[in-house]
């Protein structure tokens, strides 16, 4: 809006401030052009560089995932290759607690193998000697018992029959290598720490191979974060570790443990960004052996936020060189604003009524020419306002007046409802239900409302219609149908009536039995049209002809029709001379009358 004040106040009429503009524009063109280039070039940079740090980033915590999957393999690696462990631990996990012990004291342990504990010792020290496992399971598939490693060497071994716990079905349905710690193992052991993640191996009898039970590290999942402490404060957004099921192994943010990773749907189909929680940058890694997927999202607005000191030094300089440019055109029209400021304060005037005010400019410049103009469009408008406008305004007031004194007369509806009662208790029932449609239809008459729909109209043809359906005693049957929509336009009162009655006056046939009258209201080419069909005695050509010449000429110069002329004179006073009331019938076969107004008009107080 601004700018369009300033073009209307120096540019439009000016063909000198055009070229000065012309020349300010293009300088200005290439100056933002070369600025958004520049700016677009170095914030890619910036995003290319980001998203390389999370990258990176990804990369270590993959690699760290890594290295504590192939921790927890090598321990199923050690137990195969040494004897001695490989028998206890088959034993352990086939047999009660008590007959292990005692297999134990009874065993002659290898002292050349020293190397390895004796036993299932070599579980516990796995776990004191990696300060990232929080705790180690042993699950018995044959037993259906749990022997669990805690730190300071605590161990505890827990039964978990089918039959008074959902452990052996957990551990049954478990087929991932990666996971959470399942909510009833957790239970069990009595481990509450939520941030947590299980690596899971298969305990096979060395020698035929069977499943005896399952190997279960649990990792704690803040220690991943040591992968990410050379990245601290340059990662944008989050990383998560997922496993193949959307388990939130790891979450940088501390936002998605405890649930399934609410967009993992998504990741199969991404190509660099998408709407996660806000539009953001994604990028996936996967761990085949263990099937992890390391997840980095960046979300657009953090990464572009590390561009805004660059984008306020580009725009500060470019509004510099703007700033140089723009001064030296500004400066040479302030000479002519003097002038058109005066022009725009002479239009303010005319604009808020003043139509007198005339600029006083005789230079024959561009400005003298629109002060020249300006001046002879008031006195045409002047003339054309005392002259013609305000004489047709006054016409067509006083015949809209006059034509709605004599539609409009005022009816005693409240004495027709004395007769109407009196004729229902002496058992007069037709006589009131004719007295009751007749009142009703005075009394909207009588009270004019402020303004009158299609359906207040439509409700007063029916009125009257009814009138008479009950005079004839159903020897006259009629329809009224409207488009849905259109029964709240505003329309003129008295619209209708005129017309009914002039059917019921010339057009209805008292001794036939299948009198009809059908009024339809539709839309079409954005006007409303109503059509009122009967299938009276209908017009002959010359009568019909006679009327319609009738109704183009003033109310005074015809003797009759004056329903149909009335309805149709004010069609077009209203509305405009396109509009109106046109007649067709056929003698002996009915009358067909149209009227037409516009749809998007509104004819208020009519």
Known sequence: MKLQRLYDQYVRNNLFMKMILLFVLITTGTIVTFAYFMYDFM???????????????????????TRKY?????????????????????????????????FRLDQNIDETSASLPKGLDYFDNKLEDDPDIENLLLYSSNRQFLYVYK????????????????IPDAMA?????????????????????????????????????????????YFKSDHIREALNNYEGQLKGYIVVLNPAGEVLFDSSDTYYGQIYPYMDQLDTLYGTAMLEQESY???????????????????????????????????ISALCIAVVLLVPTLAVVNFAKRTNKIIRFMRKVESGELSARIQDDRGDELGQISRSFNDMLDELTRHIDTVYKAEIKQKHTELAALQARVNPHFLYNT??????????????????????????FKSFVQPKGSNTLKDELETARLYLELFRIRYK???????????????????????????????VHGLRPRSMDNEVRMDVRRKDERIWVTIADNGSGISSKRLEEIRQRLALPEEAGGDSFGLRSVHERLQLLYGSEYGLDIDSKEGEGTTVTLSFPYDKEAEHV
């Open 416 to 441: 027709l409802e004395v007769i109407r009662m009196r004729a229902v208790s002496q058992g007069a029932k037709d006589v009131g239900e004719m007295i009751y449609s007749l009142s009703v239809l």
């Open 282 to 316: 994604v990028t996936t890694l996967t761990q085949n052996q263990a099937g992890l997927i390391v997840v980095g999202v960046a979300p657009k607005a953090e990464v572009a936020a590390a561009a805004h000191g660059l984008k306020q030094m580009i725009m500060l």
């Open 151 to 166: 730190k300071n060497h605590v161990t505890t071994l827990i039964s978990s029959n089918a039959s008074r716990s959902y």
């Open 70 to 102: 192939d921790s927890v393999q090598s321990m199923m690696v050690d137990v195969y290759r040494n004897e001695p462990l490989s028998l206890n631990l088959s034993y352990f996990l086939q047999n009660p607690f008590d007959e292990y012990m005692k």
């Open 173 to 217: 349905q478990e087929d991932t290598r990666v996971s959470v710690p399942n909510i009833w193992v957790r239970r069990a052991i009595e481990q509450t720490d939520p941030k947590l993640y299980a690596f899971r191996l298969p305990i096979n009898d060395k020698q035929t191979l069977k499943g005896l039970g399952q190997l279960l590290v």
């Open 474 to 504: 159903d020897r006259l049957s009629f329809t009224i149908s409207c488009e849905e929509g259109l029964g709240d336009k505003q329309v003129m009162r008295m619209a209708l009536q005129p017309i009914i009655e002039n059917y019921v």
């Open 43 to 65: 914030s890619q940079s910036i995003v290319r560089n980001e998203l390389e740090n999370q990258k990176k980033a990804m990369d270590s915590v993959n690699s760290y995932m």
